[in-house]
C-alpha cells in the first residue's frame, strides 16, 4: 500500500460516518460543517439535493477526505455541485486541488486573480479541474435549481468580496442607526483576509451568514451604515473565533441564535470573541467543532454537549444542521455524541 494512500485511509477513518436523510428525500436543506481542523469546509445540501461547498480546507489528503466523505457517505451524492472559495488562505482554499481529484467539481467561484492581491494560490489551484470558474461580484446569485413554487425558495447571494459590497437597495438594507457606538477600529489587516467573500444563504425565513475570515473592519462595512446582512438565524463564527474579527457591531447588528464555530485544538476560541459572542442577547447557543486547549489556557469553551472534538486527537466528528421543509424551524446535531436540539427560525 502507498504511503499516500495510507494516509487517505488514515484520515478516513477518523470520519465517523452517520447516513442521515438528505435532500429531496425529506425536503429539508442540511448544512454539515466539516471537521477541517481549524479551517473551512461547509457543505450545504439543497431541497433538490444540489450541493454547495464553501471553502476547501487544508492541503493534503485529510481534509479533502473528510469533505468527500461528508458528500458520498453521509449526504448520499456524487459530485460538488458548487465550490465557494472565501479567500486565498491555506485553510481555505488548501484542499481544492486534492478534491477535485476525489470528487466532480461543477462551478468554482471565487476572487480570481486581480490588481493588489496579497496571497497567490498559485498555478495548480488556478488549474484544478472543474466544469466552469467564475468570479464572484458582489449581488451574484449562485444559479441553484428551480424550486417546486409549493416548497421555500433556496437563495444563496454573494454580499461582499474583495472589500467591496452590495448596494443597500439591492437588498432593502435598512439604516443601521446608532450601532456605530459598538464599534472600535483595529490594526489594519493587510492579509487576504480583509477579501474573503461573504455569503448569504436564505431558505424561506431562514438565513446563514458565512464570512469566511473577513476581518474586524471590514465587518463593520457590512452592518454600518447600512445593515446589509440583515438578521441571520445562523452565524458562522468568523476567521475560526479569532479576535481579529467578530467585531461586536456585526454580532449585535445580525443577531443570530446559533453560533458554530470552526475552530481547532489550539486555534480560535479567543475569550474576546466568547465575550463579545455571550454578549449578544439573541444568542441562545455556540458550538465548536474542536474543545480548545491550548497549553497557555487563554481561551474559552462552550458547554460540552455543544462540541463535536473534544480529544486533542482529532476524530473528524462534524456538527450538522437541518432546516425543516417549510423552514420554520432548524434542528442542530452532532451525531457521535447523540446531541440534537431544535430552535424557532426568527422569521417565524
Not at 493534503?60 to 455541485?81: E, F, H, M, N, Y
Not at 488562505?89 to 467539481?105: C, K, N, T, V, W
Not at 462551478?107 to 498555478?123: A, Q, V
Not at 455571550?278 to 454537549?305: C, F, M, W
Amino acid at each position: 500500500m502507498s504511503y499516500r494512500l495510507s494516509l487517505l485511509l488514515l484520515a478516513l477513518s477518523g470520519l465517523i460516518v452517520q447516513p442521515l436523510a438528505a435532500g429531496e428525500a425529506d425536503g429539508h436543506l442540511d448544512i454539515y460543517w466539516v471537521d477541517v481542523e481549524g479551517g473551512g469546509g461547509t457543505l450545504i445540501v439543497t431541497p433538490q439535493n444540489e450541493s454547495i461547498l464553501i471553502d476547501t480546507g487544508n492541503p493534503g489528503v485529510r481534509d479533502p477526505g473528510r469533505i468527500s466523505q461528508a458528500v458520498t457517505k453521509v449526504a448520499g451524492l456524487k459530485q460538488i455541485d458548487h465550490v465557494i472559495v472565501t479567500h486565498y488562505h491555506r485553510d481555505h482554499y488548501g484542499g481544492a486541488e486534492a478534491l477535485s481529484r476525489m470528487l466532480p467539481i461543477g462551478s468554482l467561484y471565487d476572487n480570481g486573480k486581480f490588481e493588489g492581491m496579497p496571497d497567490n494560490p498559485g498555478k495548480a489551484y488556478f488549474e484544478l479541474e472543474c466544469e466552469k470558474r467564475v468570479v464572484i461580484h458582489p449581488g451574484y446569485l449562485v444559479p441553484l435549481k428551480s424550486n417546486s413554487p409549493t416548497k421555500p425558495a433556496v437563495k444563496l447571494q454573494c454580499l461582499a468580496t474583495r472589500k467591496t459590497f452590495i448596494k443597500p437597495e439591492a437588498v432593502n438594507a435598512q439604516r443601521n442607526n446608532g450601532a456605530e457606538k459598538l464599534h472600535r477600529p483595529k490594526e489594519r489587516d493587510g492579509s487576504d483576509n480583509a477579501n474573503s467573500v461573504v455569503m448569504l444563504l436564505q431558505f424561506g425565513p431562514f438565513r446563514f451568514l458565512d464570512a469566511g475570515d473577513l476581518t474586524w473592519n471590514q465587518e463593520k462595512r457590512l452592518v454600518h451604515p447600512f445593515n446589509l446582512a440583515g438578521e441571520v438565524d445562523v452565524y458562522q463564527v468568523t476567521h475560526h473565533g479569532l479576535d481579529s474579527s467578530n467585531n461586536p457591531i456585526l454580532l449585535q447588528s445580525v443577531k443570530p441564535r446559533v453560533a458554530v464555530m470552526n475552530n481547532g485544538v489550539t486555534k480560535g476560541c479567543a475569550p474576546e470573541v466568547f465575550a463579545n459572542l455571550q454578549a449578544v442577547p439573541s444568542i441562545q447557543a455556540i458550538y465548536q467543532l474542536h474543545k480548545n486547549l491550548r497549553p497557555d489556557g487563554k481561551t474559552n469553551n462552550t458547554k460540552n454537549e455543544f462540541i463535536a472534538n473534544s480529544e486533542r486527537e482529532c476524530n473528524g466528528h462534524y456538527i450538522k444542521l437541518s432546516v425543516a421543509p417549510d423552514g420554520s424551524t432548524y434542528t442542530v446535531s452532532i451525531p457521535a455524541h447523540g446531541h440534537q436540539r431544535t430552535y424557532q427560525t426568527r422569521g417565524k
